[in-house]
Nanobody, 117 residues
Framework: QVQPVESGGGLVQPGGSLRLSCAAS????????MGWYRQVQGKQRELVAQ?????????TDSVKGRVTISKDNAKNAVAVFLQMNSLKPEDTAVYYC?????????WGQGTQVTVSS
């Protein structure tokens, strides 16, 4: 069973930076895409950034130019990272990692990001 685990969230002042990490181990084959989503209480979960197995990236408009997604594939483990710069209060949310592989979705438990002075 693949279980992604996120880390790197926390409290940061506006304009600051955070690097989120998501690591998953196990039998992971045929990765189609890995992505970062975020959710604010009472609102729908939204896609922030995604990277395909081939390395193509997507960013939602509100984070373009401030956020970079990257990945690292090993034989029995994968990792996906989200470098976030120039953070704004509206970036405050729980950030979730999603790995889509072999027709299955695997979600992490989430990590809280709070942007506040």
């Amino acid at each position: 069973q693949v279980q992604p685990v996120e880390s790197g969230g926390g409290l940061v002042q506006p304009g600051g930076s955070l690097r989120l990490s998501c690591a998953a181990s196990g039998s992971i084959f045929n990765i189609d895409a890995m992505g970062w989503y975020r959710q604010v209480q009472g609102k729908q979960r939204e896609l922030v950034a995604q990277i395909t197995g081939g390395g193509s990236t997507y960013y939602t408009d509100s984070v373009k130019g401030r956020v970079t997604i990257s990945k690292d594939n090993a034989k029995n483990a994968v990792a996906v990272f989200l470098q976030m710069n120039s953070l704004k209060p509206e970036d405050t949310a729980v950030y979730y990692c999603r790995i889509n592989a072999g027709g299955h979705d695997f979600w992490g438990q989430g990590t809280q990001v709070t942007v506040s002075s």
